[in-house]
């Protein structure tokens, strides 16, 4: 069996489809742009983490777009299902039929989130069922698994039905989950997602004199932009 695989879900950067409470400060061209630095910048940070790698995009008919700027050593699927918990779910359930022990799941809204956070989710799925890390804003920037042992193989955790999405609610609700079903889980470290106007100010000081050279080109491409 396979041990560890990491997954970035994208969605591609049309303008006025991406990072819209953003584009409502910096119109919808920029912010579409801001969003698709988000992408790049994390699959250049994450390359180096787990055994398997794997960027889900969506729309499925832009695949060549995100081809383009795919690092090597990754792969690429688009995502499969209906609303987000859906495609969460058949996107662990897939990874778990490829044989792999651990997978971790993470989303593109925090760029600059700190790689040592994903090291811990990896460690953290020795001892426990499932590992999130919860954003300030009631929902989470990563998701973690490890198989669930059934009669046809290893299933996922009962975390993502009956889900509000895209609420405050996210994490309230996906803890409830686990707590009535007997999950084991682990929290990491909170962070934020880079939505609204204030969390991109946010993100500009927080990348000024960062000592990750990929941040630094972050910050210099966001600056310059």
């Not at 409502?24 to 579409?32: D, H, T, Y």
């Not at 009631?138 to 193989?153: D, T, W």
């Given at each position: 069996?396979?041990?560890?695989?990491?997954?970035?879900?994208?969605?591609?950067?049309?303008?006025?489809?991406?990072?819209?409470?953003?584009?409502?400060?910096?119109?919808?061209?920029?912010?579409a742009?801001i969003y698709?630095?988000?992408?790049?910048t994390?699959?250049?940070?994450?390359?180096?983490?787990?055994?398997?790698?794997?960027?889900?995009?969506?729309?499925?008919?832009?695949?060549?777009?995100?081809?383009?700027?795919?690092?090597?050593?990754?792969?690429?699927?688009?995502?499969?299902?209906?609303?987000?918990?859906?495609?969460?779910q058949?996107?662990?359930?897939?990874?778990?039929?490829?044989?792999?022990?651990?997978?971790?799941?993470?989303?593109?809204?925090?760029?600059n989130?700190?790689?040592?956070?994903?090291?811990?989710?990896?460690?953290?799925?020795?001892?426990?069922?499932?590992?999130?890390?919860?954003?300030?804003d009631?929902?989470?920037?990563?998701?973690?698994?490890?198989?669930?042992?059934g009669a046809?193989?290893?299933?996922?955790?009962?975390?993502?039905?009956?889900?509000?999405?895209?609420?405050?609610?996210?994490?309230?609700?996906?803890?409830?989950?686990?707590?009535?079903?007997?999950?084991?889980?682990?929290?990491?470290?909170?962070?934020?997602?880079?939505?609204?106007?204030?969390?991109?100010?946010?993100?500009?000081?927080?990348?000024?004199?960062?000592?990750?050279?990929?941040?630094?080109?972050?910050?210099?491409?966001?600056?310059?932009?």
């Amino acid at each position: 069996m396979q041990e560890t695989s990491l997954g970035l879900f994208a969605k591609y950067w049309q303008p006025g489809q991406v990072k819209t409470r953003l584009a409502a400060a910096v119109g919808s061209e920029q912010a579409a742009a801001i969003y698709r630095q988000f992408v790049h910048t994390l699959l250049a940070r994450l390359t180096p983490i787990a055994e398997d790698r794997l960027l889900a995009f969506a729309p499925s008919h832009r695949a060549a777009e995100f081809a383009a700027i795919l690092p090597n050593r990754w792969r690429l699927q688009p995502q499969a299902g209906g609303d987000l918990g859906q495609r969460m779910q058949n996107y662990f359930a897939n990874r778990f039929a490829e044989g792999f022990r651990r997978v971790v799941l993470l989303g593109t809204d925090s760029p600059n989130l700190p790689l040592e956070f994903i090291t811990k989710a990896l460690a953290e799925l020795e001892t426990h069922q499932v590992v999130l890390g919860p954003t300030e804003d009631g929902g989470y920037y990563l998701v973690g698994a490890q198989g669930m042992v059934g009669a046809q193989g290893p299933t996922v955790p009962l975390i993502f039905t009956d889900i509000a999405w895209s609420t405050p609610h996210v994490w309230r609700q996906t803890i409830a989950a686990m707590q009535q079903t007997g999950t084991s889980f682990a929290v990491l470290p909170t962070w934020y997602d880079v939505d609204e106007a204030d969390d991109y100010l946010r993100l500009l000081e927080d990348l000024t004199g960062s000592r990750e050279p990929l941040l630094r080109k972050l910050h210099a491409q966001l600056r310059d932009g």
